[in-house]
C-alpha cells in the first residue's frame, strides 16, 4: 500500500517504534493521530502540523473506538491504524491476580483486536491496513515472560483466523520484532536484561514501512530471527536453546 495521501493513526506513538513511526511519516505526505499515554509534542518532530495529538489510556474499555471517532472528527477517515501499544510484566508467576492479568490482555491484546473489527467496520468498501505490532516471543516465548508472551501469541492466533473473513487478507498486518533497544524492557521491571539479539526502534520503523509498501501480511524487521525461525523447522531444539540461553543469563 502507497502511503502518501493517508489518514493513519499509531498507538504508542510517544517512545519506541511507535515515535520512530511517527518520525518516517513525517517525511510523507500524511496525517497521524498520535496516540500515548502521554502527549506526543508535535513541535519535537520535523513536520508538526502532519501531526495530532491524543491521550488515552487503552487499558480502558472501548477506547479503540473512542480513538476511531476522534480520528475520524478530526481527519474524515482512518486508512491505516498502527495497533503499536504494548507492555510487558518481566516476572515470576505465583498468585493469581486478575486486576494484572486483566490489564495486559486489555492493552495488548482486546486494544488491537478492537482496532481491526473497528476500521473493517469504517472501511467497507475501501482498502486499509491495520498493522499490528507482535513479537518474536509470539513464535518463542522466553523465560519470565509469560503474560507477555501469551498475548504475543493470542494476536498471532487471532490474526492467522481472522484474515480468511477478509475479502483483501493484506487488511492485516503483524509485525514480529525482536528486542526493541528502548525503554520498553526497564519498564517491564526494574532488574529486565535486554534480551539478545536486539534492533534500534528505527531499524523497526523501516522495516515495518517498507513491509506495508510492499502488501506483507506478516513482517520480520529481523533478517537473524526470520533465519531462526526457518531453521526451528529442521531444527526443533533451537527454540529450547534460546530460551535456555536467556534464563541462565538473568
Known sequence: ???????????????????????????????????????????????????????????????????????VERMGRVDVFFANAGFAYYETLENPDQDHLERIFQV????????????????????????ITSSAMAYIPLPKYALYSATKAALHAFADSYRWQLSDPRSLVLVYPIA???????????????????????????????????????????EVFWLGLKLKAVLPFLHRFIQWREQVRR
Open 1 to 71: 500500500m502507497e502511503l502518501t495521501g493517508k489518514k493513519i493513526v499509531v498507538t504508542g506513538a510517544a517512545s519506541g517504534i511507535g515515535r520512530a513511526l511517527l518520525t518516517l511519516l513525517c517525511e510523507q505526505d500524511v496525517q497521524v493521530v498520535a496516540v500515548d499515554l502521554t502527549a506526543v509534542q508535535p513541535t519535537d518532530f520535523p513536520a508538526p502540523h502532519k501531526i495530532l495529538p491524543l491521550v488515552i489510556d487503552l487499558a480502558g474499555k472501548g477506547t479503540t473506538e473512542h480513538i476511531l471517532q476522534q480520528a
Open 108 to 131: 495488548n491484546v482486546y486494544a488491537a483486536i478492537d482496532a481491526a473489527l473497528g476500521m473493517q467496520a469504517l472501511n467497507r468498501q475501501k482498502p486499509y491496513r491495520v498493522v
Open 180 to 222: 526493541t533497544q528502548t525503554g520498553f524492557f526497564g519498564k517491564a521491571s526494574a532488574r529486565t536484561p535486554l534480551p539478545y539479539p536486539s534492533q534500534t526502534p528505527e531499524e523497526v520503523a523501516r522495516a515495518i514501512l517498507k513491509g506495508i509498501e510492499r502488501n506483507e501480511t506478516s513482517i520480520f524487521p529481523s
